[in-house]
């Protein structure tokens, strides 16, 4: 009688852990079933208010016309992109020539006993100065551009209000989306994407976190994480 006692105690502990479990899951999964309803609606909301703002910007597109982008505007930053080269490769000669200056004075200190090493030396820094002031070949065309997480202001038209980055097709930049303007670690504005080339895209201002703050040249702006 004790035997079959305990056992039947047993099974009814072991019944009541068994529900005491099934009702911590199904209270977990409600639980789960509630944040996930309500990730769909904010995920709605997103979506209803960005189909909203790109209805807005294509009308805005109609209105100004189809080339968004203008010649002078590529023009604008085809010149930044220049400056940009020369710059770089105006270092890249100082350095050569440093390191030309050094390398010719070491080889006049030892010019007398004809070292085979530094004559050596001093032709291949001679050469490398060539490159860079491109007497041996074209010089490189190395146009620095942004990407999705970090991207340059580089030109704003006030009549339209379209703001220009560094980042366009190569990059993967689509219309639609939607990037963080900032200056520094301040927040400057969301813009959204309206128009796309190669090496640039258009965008518009869709929200200033301050109007008397507007997007200026060379804010950095990044693409919006939802």
Same mark, same amino acid.
Not at 190 to 210: H, S, T
């Given at each position: 009688?004790?035997?079959?006692? $305990? ?8 019944? *009541? =852990? ?5 009702? *911590?899951?199904? !209270? ?21 208010? *960005? ?19 203008? =010649? ?6 085809? $010149? ?39 004559? !050596? ?35 704003? =038209? ?30 400057? !504005?969301?813009?959204?994407? $309206?128009?796309?080339?190669? =090496? ?20 950095? $702006? ?5």
């Amino acid at each position: 009688m004790l035997a079959a006692g $305990a056992g039947v105690s047993v099974a009814e502990n072991q019944q *009541s =852990d068994e529900s005491s479990r099934l009702k *911590s899951e199904n !209270a977990r999964l409600k639980i789960r079933n509630a944040n996930l309803q309500k990730s769909l609606v904010e995920a709605n909301r997103r979506e209803k208010e *960005s189909a909203e703002a790109l209805v807005k910007i294509r009308v805005r597109l109609q209105a100004l016309g189809k080339d968004l982008i203008s =010649d002078g505007d590529e023009r604008t930053v085809e $010149a930044w992109q220049n400056v940009t080269v020369l710059d770089r490769r105006l270092r890249r000669m100082e350095e050569a020539a440093i390191r030309l200056s050094a390398a010719a004075q070491e080889f006049i200190r030892t010019a007398i006993t004809s070292d085979p090493e530094a004559r !050596a030396q001093l032709e291949a820094y001679l050469r490398a100065l060539e490159v860079e002031l491109g007497l041996r070949n074209k010089p490189e065309r190395n146009i620095e551009r942004g990407n999705l997480q970090h991207a340059s202001v580089k030109s704003i =038209d006030e009549k339209s209000g379209l703001v220009v980055l560094n980042v366009g097709a190569k990059e993967n930049a689509r219309i639609g989306m939607v990037f963080n303007i900032m200056r520094g670690e301040q927040m400057v !504005a969301e813009a959204m994407v $309206a128009d796309v080339r190669p =090496d640039i895209c258009g965008v518009f201002v869709q929200r200033l976190e301050n109007d008397n703050n507007p997007v200026r040249f060379n804010d950095t $702006a990044s693409l919006k994480k939802n």
